[in-house]
């Protein structure tokens, strides 16, 4: 019975993706604000559409992996704000709010 790494590897590759965006989308709000929501959407929109051109179905699987984390973390970028309007993450004292 042959073994097949690819479903563990695409796994690990989404925990480590994630793991990943979450202190991109910290520091963009700390630096930037919610400004730059829009970067995400633009490389969101790119990569998933890269992996429907992409016949290696490993490469097309963590194209759409990285692009749908790009979306979902315009998402976070908004959420991220409010947490830091409550107190639980610092705000950046030379950014206007």
């Keep these: ?11 690990l590759a989404t ?3 994630i793991g990943l965006f979450h202190p991109i ?11 730059f929501w829009w970067v995400f959407l633009v490389a969101g929109v ?3 559409a890269a992996a ?3 016949a290696h179905i490993v490469a097309s ?10 979306l979902w973390s315009i998402l976070e970028l908004f959420e991220q704000r ?3 309007r409550k107190g639980w993450f ?8």
Excluded: D, H, Q
């Design 82 to 84: 409010e947490r830091v």
């Design 46 to 48: 790119g990569f998933v």
């Design 52 to 54: 429907l051109f992409v």
């Design 15 to 17: 925990f480590l993706i």
């Design 61 to 70: 699987a963590l194209l759409g992996i990285v692009g749908f984390s790009c």
């Design 90 to 97: 610092p705000k950046n004292p030379k950014r206007k709010y």
């Design 1 to 11: 019975m042959p073994i097949y790494f690819e479903g563990a590897l695409l796994g």
């Design 25 to 35: 989308v910290i520091k963009t709000e700390y630096y930037t604000g919610t400004r």
